[in-house]
Nanobody, 114 residues
Framework: VQLQASGGGSVQAGESLRLSCAVS????????MGWYRRAPGKERELVAE???????NYAEYVKGRFTISRDNVRRSLLLQMNGLQPEDTAVYYC?????????WGRGTLVTVSS
């Protein structure tokens, strides 16, 4: 299983970024997927998740600003992030639970300055 996140970068507060995660090694359409993040000095936390049926769930602090989606044809997990704030600064990871094991991508860094 390989998860490769991309799309991070440095932006100003209020700007947007779109993260992508290319997934291989699994039948992508059959798995629930998620985005997590780890801010400096903090534990990794859930940002958003999407089931194989496209049901979504968001952490309270991103509701109304972030949108998770999936492209089953391209085997990609997406995260549209609008209205970014300095507290969104973190490394963002895509995740899948595969055969009872957590699988993580390498992560992509998002830095938001005020």
């Amino acid at each position: 299983v390989q998860l490769q996140a991309s799309g991070g970068g440095s932006v100003q507060a209020g700007e947007s970024l779109r993260l992508s995660c290319a997934v291989s090694g699994i039948n992508f359409r059959l798995y629930d997927m998620g985005w997590y993040r780890r801010a400096p000095g903090k534990e990794r936390e859930l940002v958003a998740e999407i089931t194989r049926d496209h049901t979504t769930n968001y952490a309270e602090y991103v509701k109304g600003r972030f949108t998770i989606s999936r492209d089953n044809v391209r085997r990609s997990l997406l995260l549209q992030m609008n209205g970014l704030q300095p507290e969104d600064t973190a490394v963002y990871y895509c995740h899948v639970l595969f055969q009872r094991n957590d699988r993580w991508g390498r992560g992509t860094l998002v830095t938001v300055s005020s």
